[in-house]
């Protein structure tokens, strides 16, 4: 049978207006996401911070809006004191997260200077591991209390006068994961949730945050901890989170392509369990979703376990993505954004050199994993309103899945600009998907550009000695009888672009 399918647009088939948190990203102290990532004092293209340029200049590319900090299990341990005032006085900490040291060169002022350099927000994680209530609450003083108070004061004396308002927070991070220093039941963690979250509010009323969801789906308490959490919670947070890696670990493409399915039942099941616990408390408000860390991670995970305990920044989870991680990390995307409606966080998890779409060389150059391109383009292009694609596609069994569609698809229409752009994934191995779009009352709507990442082997990666992945824009996409006909090739990301013309 032809690899075929068909799609119908229609401007008011609206899932949401996206918030633009969903293309946030996420920066630990962890391995050289900090040192020798974003700061890196002495490179030729660092400024007088220490920050390098040439990364910030791909991170504008990527037109992050909001970047996770400081982790992570990095924050369960986490002093955020040791990070602030006189570098020179800072302290040097055994970081039992990663079994690294930390030296604090950075920490939350230099952080939020970084920030405002590449224009995103920042999501602050606060220590529920170690910690507790009192160090949450004097961070948020210390942030975004104007003055006139010890904590507010404190960061005006280390030379930053304005308040850092930062908006979004998290409670913690992976409460439920036996790893995590400080790990907690979930009603252990449900209630320090909650009684930190007043605190912090107390300080900030304008603040929104996210309380710890599971590790990932196939945590023996997902469901009941998500329950559990949110039974304490519910009144006082606005959010709650999702953390999942993916990994072709058996070589098996068809089925690994296929994860993002799973994907959208975890997406699914968190939805139905807050909306259990609404219906439990006859509440009227809704809690969105923050899916806070999300990314493929196991190419890294033999090499990390060489490395030398307590050393400063070593290379710990560098994964370096290939072809089809590219196909699997745009399928995601599609994915999130077809729950727009719900999930208005997401963080791709992270984003320099710890599994990450950027990598560096230590006094060398930067360089762009191949998943880079789909973060970029959904980031950049897909800013409006998600709609509601109705689909048809020929399908296939995989190992763990059963009629996986070949076409991944969605549309996010943007009405100020008068754009609607298509994102596609054809993931048929061998052939190439014969594409229909009923673009409907899209009147005046014309292909602008068809942008592909494609490659002959899918096994094949970028380097700091060149990007052989790399998207062109020859795809095939055109207007025929007023709507939009394609051939997406084999094993393809697409972003078919169309603009109303005047
Ligand atoms: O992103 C790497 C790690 O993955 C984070 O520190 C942790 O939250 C998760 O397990």
Same mark, same amino acid.
Do not use: K
């Given at each position: 049978m032809k690899n075929q399918a068909k799609m119908i647009l229609e401007k008011d088939f609206k899932i949401s207006e996206i918030d633009n948190r969903i293309y946030g990203s996420f920066i630990e102290h962890l391995g050289r996401a900090v040192y020798g990532g974003i700061y890196e004092p002495g490179h030729p293209t660092a400024d007088e911070h220490g920050f390098r340029h040439d990364v910030i200049e791909m991170v504008k590319e990527l037109q992050v809006p909001l970047v996770r900090y400081?982790?992570?299990?990095? %924050?369960?341990?986490?002093?955020?004191?040791?990070? %602030?005032?006189?570098v020179e006085q800072r302290p040097r900490r055994l970081d039992l997260a990663w079994r690294t040291t930390e030296t604090n060169e950075m920490g939350t002022n230099e952080f939020m200077q970084w920030a405002k350099l590449v224009s995103a927000e920042v999501n602050m994680a606060v220590n529920l591991?170690?910690?507790?209530i009192d160090a949450a609450r004097n961070l948020v003083e210390y942030c975004n209390h104007p003055g006139g108070s010890y904590y507010s004061d404190l960061r005006i004396s280390h030379g930053f006068k304005e308040a850092h308002k930062i908006k979004t927070w998290c409670l913690g991070n992976e409460m439920d994961g036996p790893w995590q220093i400080g790990h907690k039941t979930a009603a252990e963690y449900g209630r320090l949730a909650q009684e930190t979250a007043k605190a912090m509010k107390w300080v900030d009323p304008t603040i929104e945050l996210v309380a710890c969801g599971s590790s990932h789906r196939k945590m023996p308490t997902f469901a009941d901890w998500e329950a559990t959490v949110l039974d304490f919670t519910y009144d006082h947070v606005e959010f709650i989170s999702l953390h999942q890696y993916y990994g072709n670990r058996d070589n098996d493409i068809s089925n690994y392509l296929a994860l993002s399915l799973e994907m959208d039942d975890f997406i699914r099941s968190v939805i139905s369990i807050a909306d259990y616990i609404k219906a439990k408390k006859h509440s009227k408000k809704k809690i969105h979703l923050a899916f806070d860390e999300w990314n493929i991670w196991y190419h890294s995970n033999e090499a990390d376990k060489q490395i030398e305990p307590w050393s400063i920044a070593p290379p710990q989870l560098e994964d370096i993505y290939n072809f089809e991680d590219a196909l699997l990390v745009g399928c995601m995307l599609i994915t999130m954004l077809k729950h727009a409606d719900r999930l208005k966080i997401a963080c791709?998890?992270?984003? %320099?050199? %710890?599994?990450?779409p950027i990598m560096t060389e230590s006094n060398g150059v930067a360089w762009k994993q191949t998943i880079f391109y789909p973060y970029m383009h959904t980031s950049v292009y897909g800013r409006g309103v998600g709609l509601n694609p109705i689909i048809s596609s020929s399908k296939y069994d995989s190992k763990d899945f059963t009629d996986v569609p070949f076409l991944e698809s969605t549309a996010v229409y943007n009405e100020e600009n008068e754009t609607l752009t298509i994102f596609a994934v054809n993931r048929h191995l061998e052939e190439g998907l014969h594409l229909e779009v009923d673009i409907r009352n899209f009147e005046g709507y014309e292909v602008i550009e068809h942008i592909v990442l494609e490659n002959d082997d899918i096994k094949q990666t970028n380097s700091a000695q060149g990007t052989p992945v790399a998207p062109h824009s020859n795809g095939n996409a055109k207007k025929e009888n007023g709507g939009v006909k394609a051939l997406l090739p084999k094993l393809s990301w697409n972003v078919i672009r169309l603009a109303k013309q005047k």
């Open positions: 400081p982790g992570g299990n990095f %924050v369960s341990g986490y002093n955020w004191e040791d990070g %602030v005032g006189p591991g170690t910690r507790g791709l998890a992270q984003l %320099v050199n %710890v599994i990450a």
